[in-house]
T-cell receptor, first 116, second 112 residues
């Protein structure tokens, strides 16, 4: 089993719809969870991070975390063609001292296409 | 401007010819990492560094070396490149090792 697994894509949604991206992780010690967006030919950029169970909202983006189910998701409301990109889920452990020491594990990514 | 720079951006080389990809950040970040990205496999961490002279293996360290002699620089060294190291490489830095990780523009390496 992969450490971080994302729902297989590509995912295609119409403009204005809600896009739902899912990610599961195998290490129960994982503490920090991140969503990155990567446009074709570009480097990843952080769009959301979440540490606690529940929802975290930032504009049109909502990250959801369920540590019991080892599941993290990203919802994109009112999807726009400019949201078309690869979305990467990443997780990191936390040491007892409260830092992750830079160890970051990514999923394989989900390609999202928003069509007009 | 806060940034992570990598050089070269594109490199074609031959098997066995040693090469170095440089990485530099101007944000005074303690944490730096190297990743490779391959189709269907996502980003995989090669090595990471928590501070000067402190490095550790990531998920795919075989065939790579790194050094962290200065806080701002974290070069990736391929002593004897092989075709299976053909990939897109990203350097990254962050303040705390997780959130707000900044990625460099990437280096596309082809080993013939």
């Amino acid at each position: 089993q992969k450490e971080v697994e994302q729902n297989s894509g590509p995912l295609s949604v119409p403009e204005g719809a809600i896009a739902s991206l899912n990610c599961t992780y195998s290490d129960r010690g994982s503490q920090s969870f991140f969503w990155y967006r990567q446009y074709s030919g570009k480097s990843p950029e952080l769009i959301m991070f979440i540490y606690s169970n529940g929802d975290k909202e930032d504009g049109r983006f909502t990250a959801q975390l369920n540590k019991a189910s080892q599941y993290v998701s990203l919802l994109i409301r009112d999807s726009q063609p400019s949201d078309s990109a690869t979305y990467l889920c990443a997780v990191t452990p936390l040491s007892a001292g409260g830092t992750s020491y830079g160890k970051l594990t990514f999923g394989q990514g989900t390609i999202l296409t928003v069509h007009p | 401007e806060a940034q992570v720079t990598q050089n070269p951006r594109y490199l074609i080389t031959v098997t066995g010819k040693k090469l170095t990809v440089t990485c530099s950040q101007n944000m005074n970040h303690e944490y730096m990492s190297w990743y490779r990205q391959d189709p269907g496999l996502g980003l995989r961490q090669i090595y990471y560094s928590m501070n000067v002279e402190v490095t550790d293996k990531g998920d795919v360290p075989e065939g790579y070396k790194v050094s962290r002699k200065e806080k701002r620089n974290f070069p990736l060294i391929l002593e004897s490149p092989s075709p299976n190291q053909t990939s897109l490489y990203f350097c990254a830095s962050s303040f705390n090792g997780g959130a707000y990780t900044f990625f460099g523009p990437g280096t596309r390496l082809t080993v013939l």
